[in-house]
């Protein structure tokens, strides 16, 4: 599979790493708004992320992945390039397990070691980091970002545009709504509204 490697970050590092674990895999391109125009150096593609179309153009089967840690960022480019889900891949990696009746998006990234079990649906474009645990019944909405060392118990709810930080813990049966923050380290014992901020233990809003 052909890969486009968009945003040229830290997070686009552990990207890339995943996919030269994968021998099916082959990055073709890089695209970040640091270029003005796009260019070819040793048999690689670099331009502006305007250039996906480019991209498409030049290689058959050709796959994006946004590799761009904030959820606001990824979506707008997501919106702004308005692909189709067929031109995003999924990319799991190779020490991560997933259950096979797991569903997952288009865009969406498992880090080394995660775990992912039975009946968890995962939406496009979400990160679900190093050494997370999504338990059975998890749902995470799209663009949700889960930081490394993160615990979802069984039937949690995280909606849309979400950040968990590092290490945080949700229990059984709680939602949180959409664009909201829960700190690294907390305790996540009850429903948090969308467009807060929670922190501690149990996790308390901050602000709103």
């Known amino acids: 599979m052909k890969i486009?490697?968009?945003?040229?970050?830290?997070?686009?590092?552990?990207?890339?790493?995943?996919?030269?674990?994968?021998?099916?895999?082959?990055?073709?391109?890089?695209?970040?708004?640091?270029?003005?125009?796009?260019?070819?150096?040793?048999?690689?593609?670099?331009?502006?992320?305007?250039?996906?179309?480019?991209?498409?153009?030049?290689?058959?089967?050709?796959?994006?992945?946004?590799?761009?840690?904030?959820?606001?960022?990824?979506?707008?480019?997501?919106?702004?390039?308005?692909?189709?889900?067929?031109?995003?891949?999924t990319l799991i990696h190779k020490t991560a397990v997933v259950s096979p009746s797991a569903k997952m998006g288009s865009g969406t990234v498992v880090m080394p070691n995660a775990v992912i079990n039975a009946d968890a649906q995962i939406g496009n474009h979400v990160i679900v980091n190093t050494s997370s645990v999504v338990e059975h019944d998890n749902k995470l909405d799209d663009f949700v970002h889960v930081s490394p060392g993160s615990t979802f118990t069984g039937s949690v709810e995280i909606e849309e545009g979400t950040h968990i930080g590092a290490g945080a813990t949700v229990i059984p049966n709680v939602k949180i709504g959409q664009w909201s923050i829960i700190g690294a380290g907390a305790v996540v014992t009850h429903d948090i509204p969308s467009n807060c901020t929670a922190v501690g233990i149990p996790a308390k809003f901050i602000r709103k």
């Open 4 to 89: 486009t490697i968009i945003g040229q970050g830290g997070h686009s590092k552990v990207i890339q790493d995943i996919i030269l674990s994968n021998k099916e895999y082959e990055i073709v391109a890089y695209l970040d708004d640091r270029y003005e125009d796009i260019a070819v150096a040793d048999n690689m593609y670099f331009g502006p992320t305007s250039a996906a179309q480019k991209i498409i153009d030049c290689f058959d089967n050709v796959k994006f992945i946004i590799a761009i840690g904030n959820n606001k960022v990824r979506k707008s480019i997501a919106q702004k390039l308005d692909l189709s889900d067929d031109y995003y891949a």
